[in-house]
């Protein structure tokens, strides 16, 4: 095979990243930066050269889909059905059951429906399926970190987590699940890793084989890797250094399911005598987009920020609307602008933070006859706890007005509980009241039986074929890896970039890195949104832009009027230009309702955010809206703790600002 082909088209990075000789070989590898290609073409490159042989590599990915195309790559490259390719989970049971096949073991049997199993064992009074599903989470969770039951309440303190159950209870239910799959010979995909894992380093005959089988490894998307798949990794490797791993630090997102991004942070330290390719150009996107999605990550760490390759486009977008309906209805109608003719509605995609937001999303393209799609299983219908919800509404007989109002009850007792998993799960059940609140409108006299049959109809209906030409709505985390020219991202509020439940440092930079992720989609045009109201139940409340709305809007006012711009003219387009506050929540008090000294404190208190703004060349309202001071200079709080509870003060602006705020007050009332 003449190798020389393919180093064509190949920028100085990428040459180096497949043509390296280097054992191990890490390849840091920014959004849009061709990682895919260079990985098939490292395999190809070295097969052709002789320095490997293609029947003895395997290469490891997260998805049987990310698998199948890698495979389908590299035949086009000339390697035919010689590579191996294939999930942690794949590659291992099938070692799995060739030992046993090979030693005459019968195999054990695979648990595939763990949250019925786990609903059995769970203590009286303890049970449902939502909390069955919460517990084998927190199961999953342990076991990718190599947790034991008897060390799960302790990892979960030192990790800063908070499971909606009690610890102590999933410590339990932790310990009867394993003694009870233990007693039934049942097996689960996590037990896969760690038997596969226990056999290569308990099994010398068994390690030589794999080892010899697979001489050569290569793993795609190594920043979600978790402790219990880089352990078996190193089952496999043994004591080779043939090991290429392919990632990117700024797109590590699944650190609350297990993945651990320090694995690939400290790669090189682990492995002495390995070489870092780092590919930061991109290919994807423009200019104007990547300096948001740059901006968006102010340490840019080991990856380095990515620079651009394709022509300029138009600066992305920032807007605001008055209540969340509005919002939806305001991208709706901003999809339907930018579908031109002979263009494809698959061309543009809807991004959101949770599953909840998707309803409303729904509702308002199928009034404007936009056809769109639901990636994944990100439908509202979809989620395990609004089913849960539908089944005990279909098996009650009782009023709709009845049933909505317990849905409300339900929705406030999650929000009540302030914890990682019901937050979401919040969020989707008031999605289901709203939706129920919109067909008691349309028929007053309506029952719950009419209200499922209704939601049966609305949420399927306009829904196209799997391949049909529509708009994608996806949440952030689906849309990893996915790309399109025109990207609408909406939502985002304090709350949910980032998300309510992150308040750990580590949480808050992966809602960071999660929003990058999001922006790194778009080819083309981005276009962002919020809004200032939201409704939950019979309660409108009062919302604020997103901290990180801060980096986007001061990059689009450099790119729209350049760097010593610090205020809007009136030819800015973006409404979110304007300090567009909306109606005040009545327990928010204005100027007027201050006494003397809170008055003289507003007054320190804007003449400060006014030198933050210039000093940030940023509009003023980005570092603090006006009702947020006005909050300030009424109850003069004390502590980063009180920080907190006043309106529009998040984690993110307590971490920048707290401290010096509190100063600021502490001198202006001394």
Wanted: glycine residues 6%; proline residues 6%.
């Amino acid at each position: 095979m003449d190798a020389r082909h393919l180093l064509d088209g190949l920028n100085e990075s990428q040459h180096r990243a497949v043509t390296s000789p280097a054992q191990p070989l890490c390849v840091l590898a920014g959004a849009g930066s061709g990682k895919t290609r260079v990985l098939t073409r490292r395999i190809a490159w070295r097969a052709a050269t002789g320095e490997l042989d293609p029947r003895h590599v395997l290469a490891l990915t997260f998805t049987r889909k990310a698998a199948g195309e890698l495979t389908q790559r590299l035949r086009r490259l000339g390697l035919r059905d010689a590579v191996a390719a294939g999930t942690f989970h794949a590659v291992a049971f099938g070692q799995l059951r060739q030992r046993w096949a090979d030693r005459g073991i019968r195999p054990p049997e695979l648990l595939d429906r763990k949250v019925a199993f786990v609903a059995r064992l769970l203590p009286a009074g303890v049970g449902g399926g939502t909390t069955a599903l919460d517990v084998v989470g927190e199961i999953e969770w342990a076991k990718a970190r190599l947790v034991e039951p008897a060390g799960y309440v302790g990892a979960v303190r030192a990790a800063g987590r908070r499971p909606s159950v009690d610890p102590a209870v999933v410590a339990e239910a932790f310990d009867r699940y394993e003694q009870e799959k233990h007693r039934k010979r049942l097996v689960d995909f996590d037990d896969l890793l760690r038997l596969c894992r226990r056999d290569l380093l308990r099994d010398p005959e068994f390690a030589r084989a794999q080892r010899w089988r697979f001489r050569h490894l290569f793993v795609d998307e190594f920043q979600d890797v978790n402790p219990l798949q880089h352990a078996l990794l190193d089952a496999w490797c043994g004591e080779r250094a043939d090991l290429c791993v392919v990632g990117d630090p700024n797109q590590a997102i699944y650190g609350w399911n297990g993945a651990d991004p320090g694995l690939l942070d400290a790669f090189a330290d682990r492995h002495p005598g390995t070489e870092v390719v780092r590919l930061t150009d991109n290919y994807r996107s423009t200019p104007q987009i990547l300096a948001v999605a740059n901006a968006l990550l102010p340490s840019k760490g080991q990856a380095g920020a990515l620079r651009a390759h394709r022509p300029d486009g138009p600066v992305p977008l920032v807007r605001s609307f008055p209540h969340e309906r509005a919002e939806a209805a305001g991208i709706a109608r901003a999809v339907r602008d930018h579908h031109h003719p002979g263009a494809r509605w698959a061309s543009q995609a809807v991004l959101v933070r949770t599953n909840a937001q998707i309803a409303l999303l729904e509702e308002a393209f199928r009034a404007a006859r936009v056809p769109f799609r639901v990636r994944g299983n990100g439908a509202l219908l979809d989620q395990p706890d609004v089913k849960a919800r539908l089944r005990e509404l279909h098996q009650t007989a009782r009023e709709l007005a009845t049933a909505i109002a317990d849905l409300e009850v339900a929705a406030a007792e999650l929000r009540a509980a302030d914890d990682d998993a019901s937050a979401e799960r919040a969020g989707n059940v008031e999605a289901l009241v709203q939706l129920a609140r919109d067909y008691a409108a349309l028929d007053p006299a309506g029952s719950v039986e009419g209200f499922l049959a209704w939601l049966r109809t609305t949420t399927r209906a306009d829904q196209p074929d799997v391949v049909g030409d529509a708009v994608e709505i996806a949440t952030f985390h689906a849309a990893k890896g996915l790309e399109w020219p025109i990207v609408h991202i909406a939502g985002l509020e304090q709350g949910l970039v980032p998300i309510a439940h992150a308040r750990t440092p580590a949480a808050l930079a992966e809602e960071r890195r999660l929003l990058y992720v999001a922006v790194t989609r778009a080819e083309q045009q981005l276009l962002c949104s919020w809004a200032e109201h939201r409704t939950y139940g019979e309660r409108t409340v009062p919302r604020e832009a997103s901290p990180y709305l801060e980096a986007i809007t001061a990059t689009c006012e450099r790119l729209r009027h350049g760097p010593r711009r610090t205020r809007p003219t009136t030819r800015s387009p973006a409404p979110a230009a304007r300090d567009r506050s909306g109606p005040r929540s009545r327990t928010t008090p204005s100027r007027a309702d201050l006494d003397g000294p809170g008055a003289e404190l507003l007054d320190v208190l804007k003449a400060w955010r006014a030198a933050q703004a210039k000093a940030a060349a940023v509009p003023a309202y980005v570092i603090f809206h006006d009702r947020t001071l006005e909050a300030l200079a009424a109850t003069r709080p004390r502590t980063h703790a009180e920080l907190l509870a006043l309106p529009g003060i998040g984690p993110v602006k307590v971490s920048r600002w707290g401290d010096e705020l509190l100063e600021v007050m502490s001198r202006a009332t001394r």
